[in-house]
């Protein structure tokens, strides 16, 4: 197998052409790929695939072999591995992933990819496609009490499930703890759900850290500065142009009425070639 390894705003990513449909079992690869002993080692693994809707399709898991429906740093650079790639030759173009389709722009200088727009689409707050298990009809600011602990906590939908919480400030070690425990509340949250906890710092900038669901801790993750964004923005807290920075890196979110626009930037690491025996057996 032919691979490039990846970032955008820190989190990581192997990507690979699987247009021919020789690789199958995408649960076995991640977690051979993704594993950061024994393979590879990244957040998260990506395949391109043929579309019958768009121009082309994007498959992704997570490390730990479990598929999400989208994710949004990931599909910054799998829109600059295509492209590099020539799998596409157009600047603009549509990206088929499991939650919707998504519009992608190119901003580009001499064939090289420097940043990627992608409509993200309208957030839902509607607890059932979440889903979140609550009788309210948004789930905004509502408390979540983990032990000792409580939190005023909002959750959307952008492909995945999200959890927003406003901390100023909160340590690596409690959000890996909490963070754990919000994700793994099946009792609220039947599919688990990401965790987001969002600093604001002005009307035109927050911070955010992130425990994502079936990888931990990461750097950054795309659909959760989107959705701390659009919370934030829902919440008057911020306006409608927003730069989100990560421990990772920083993109901008656009909110507009019917949809959101995150721009960022894609990361090519290093290219190579993985043992098909190793890889298969």
Same mark, same amino acid.
């Given at each position: 197998?032919?691979?490039?390894?990846?970032?955008?705003?820190?989190?990581?990513?192997?990507?690979?052409?699987?247009?021919?449909?020789?690789? !199958?079992?995408?649960?076995?690869?991640?977690?051979?790929?993704?594993?950061? $002993?024994?393979?590879?080692?990244?957040?998260?693994?990506?395949?391109?695939?043929?579309?019958?809707?768009?121009?082309?399709?994007?498959?992704?898991?997570?490390?730990?072999?479990?598929?999400?429906?989208?994710?949004?740093?990931?599909?910054?650079?799998?829109?600059?591995?295509?492209?590099?790639?020539?799998?596409?030759?157009?600047?603009?173009?549509?990206?088929?992933?499991?939650?919707?389709?998504?519009?992608?722009?190119?901003?580009?200088?001499?064939?090289?990819?420097?940043?990627?727009?992608?409509?993200?689409?309208?957030?839902?707050?509607?607890?059932?496609?979440?889903?979140?298990?609550?009788?309210?009809?948004?789930?905004?600011?509502?408390?979540?009490?983990?032990? @000792?602990?409580?939190?005023?906590?909002?959750?959307?939908?952008?492909?995945?499930? $999200?959890?927003?919480?406003?901390?100023?400030?909160?340590?690596?070690?409690?959000? @890996?703890?909490?963070?754990?425990?919000?994700?793994?509340?099946?009792?609220?949250?039947?599919?688990?759900?990401?965790?987001?906890? !969002?600093?604001?710092?002005?009307?035109?900038?927050?911070?955010?850290?992130?425990?994502?669901?079936?990888?931990?801790?990461?750097?950054?993750?795309?659909?959760?500065?989107?959705?701390?964004?659009?919370?934030?923005?829902?919440?008057?807290?911020?306006?409608?142009?927003?730069? !989100?920075?990560?421990?990772?890196?920083?993109?901008?979110?656009?909110?507009?009425?019917?949809?959101?626009?995150?721009?960022?930037?894609?990361?090519?690491?290093?290219?190579?070639?993985?043992?098909?025996?190793?890889?298969?057996?």
């Amino acid at each position: 197998m032919l691979f490039w390894k990846m970032q955008g705003a820190g989190n990581d990513f192997i990507l690979f052409n699987n247009l021919d449909g020789r690789y !199958v079992d995408y649960s076995q690869l991640a977690k051979k790929l993704c594993d950061r $002993h024994f393979g590879i080692g990244a957040d998260g693994m990506m395949a391109c695939e043929k579309s019958t809707s768009c121009d082309i399709k994007m498959v992704y898991y997570n490390q730990d072999g479990s598929k999400a429906d989208m994710c949004g740093n990931g599909i910054r650079c799998f829109s600059k591995f295509i492209y590099e790639n020539k799998i596409v030759d157009k600047t603009s173009f549509l990206v088929e992933a499991a939650a919707r389709n998504y519009d992608i722009s190119l901003i580009t200088q001499n064939d090289e990819v420097k940043l990627v727009k992608v409509e993200m689409g309208l957030p839902t707050l509607e607890p059932k496609l979440i889903p979140a298990l609550t009788d309210y009809t948004e789930f905004i600011n509502e408390e979540i009490v983990i032990e @000792d602990r409580k939190f005023l906590a909002s959750a959307v939908l952008i492909g995945v499930p $999200h959890l927003v919480i406003f901390e100023d400030d909160i340590s690596l070690q409690e959000l @890996d703890y909490y963070g754990s425990r919000l994700e793994q509340n099946t009792k609220l949250f039947p599919k688990k759900i990401n965790v987001n906890f !969002v600093k604001i710092i002005d009307k035109s900038t927050i911070g955010v850290k992130t425990y994502e669901r079936g990888c931990g801790y990461t750097l950054a993750c795309g659909t959760g500065m989107t959705s701390s964004a659009y919370i934030a923005n829902k919440l008057g807290l911020v306006n409608d142009k927003v730069k !989100v920075s990560s421990p990772g890196g920083e993109v901008e979110i656009e909110i507009l009425k019917e949809k959101l626009y995150m721009t960022g930037p894609a990361q090519k690491i290093c290219d190579g070639r993985v043992d098909d025996d190793w890889l298969l057996a």
